[in-house]
């Protein structure tokens, strides 16, 4: 069978280092359910079910990694399509030696992987893309109100914005956060998949700057996607002052096409990208 990879951790039980320790223990609390993590897996049985499949029909024994930041948790023989680099990890934290790459969210997890001697198709891009195609329920009701401003701050930032009016808490149930975020005019803050979901639906997105989040992730996506980075907000104030970056503007052919179809025994002719 196929595990579809996703992160997503148990809440310390307490804050602190002794929350860290416990957690190392094994003594967590509820997982922490961020939507952007558990956006991975539902795009893959999605995409799978378009096929008419389900995720348990693998004839392969594998994980998958799709979406996120995860790229460090990867050991020798998975296969990885559209997950990026986590730029707070380092070249040690990455313990694997041979991968089955089909896709990479961006140039800059590309090079990383090529200089670890692994081989990288060119196809990027962040599976989070897909969302409107594969989510089509949860778009906007044509003459529907929608609301003027939503912000989505990474996990990490969300205690500072908690008290500001038209956040989204990132642990909203996943089709809350969609829904949510497409239904917006605008969408500033630093979730990476805040800006993805929101450009997949065609809503102007800027990125607020992170406290605790490393550039190289949003860099990379936005390269991924054939675009130069956009000027950061330094704060809500200001991203609302400059309004949207330049909309998106990316084919998701070859991203689709890169899927892991042959993974699983399906019955249905799949082109499968030729790695370099």
């Known amino acids: 069978m196929i595990e579809l990879y996703s992160w997503n951790p148990g809440r310390p039980l307490l804050p602190g280092l002794l929350g860290r320790r416990l957690a190392r223990a094994g003594y967590s609390g509820a997982p922490v359910n961020n939507f952007g993590d558990l956006l991975g897996p539902e795009i893959v049985k999605r995409v799978l079910a378009s096929e008419g499949l389900e995720a348990g029909d693998a004839q392969a024994n594998s994980r998958l990694f799709s979406i996120g930041s995860v790229l460090h948790f990867a050991a020798d023989g998975d296969t990885v399509w559209g997950t990026g680099r986590n730029g707070k990890e380092t070249n040690a934290t990455h ?12 140039p800059l997890t590309a090079k990383f992987l090529q200089g670890r001697g692994i081989s990288v198709p060119t196809i990027f891009g962040d599976p ?13 009701v044509p003459g ?15 205690p500072k914005y908690r008290r500001q009016d038209n956040v989204l808490d990132p642990r909203t149930p996943l089709a809350d956060c969609i829904r949510r975020i497409a239904n917006s ?24 700057g992170s406290s605790h989040e490393s ?62």
């Open 215 to 276: 550039e190289f992730k949003y860099e990379d996506y936005y390269l991924g996607t054939g675009r130069a980075m956009p000027k950061t907000a330094l704060s809500v104030d200001e991203a609302l002052q400059l309004g949207g970056a330049e909309p998106l503007a990316y084919d998701p052919t070859a991203l689709l096409g890169a899927f892991p179809f042959d993974l699983w025994d399906h019955g249905v002719e799949v082109a499968v990208q030729k790695r370099s």
């Open 128 to 140: 989070g893309v897909l969302t409107a195609q594969f989510f089509p329920e949860l778009s906007p």
């Open 95 to 106: 313990h694997f030696s041979e991968l089955d790459i089909r896709a990479v969210r961006g």
């Open 144 to 158: 529907q109100k929608k609301h003027a401003v939503t912000i989505v701050p990474n996990l990490n930032d969300f």
């Open 185 to 208: 005019e605008l969408v500033v803050g630093s979730s990476l998949h805040g800006i993805v979901v929101a450009e997949s639906f065609g809503v102007a997105a800027r990125l607020v």
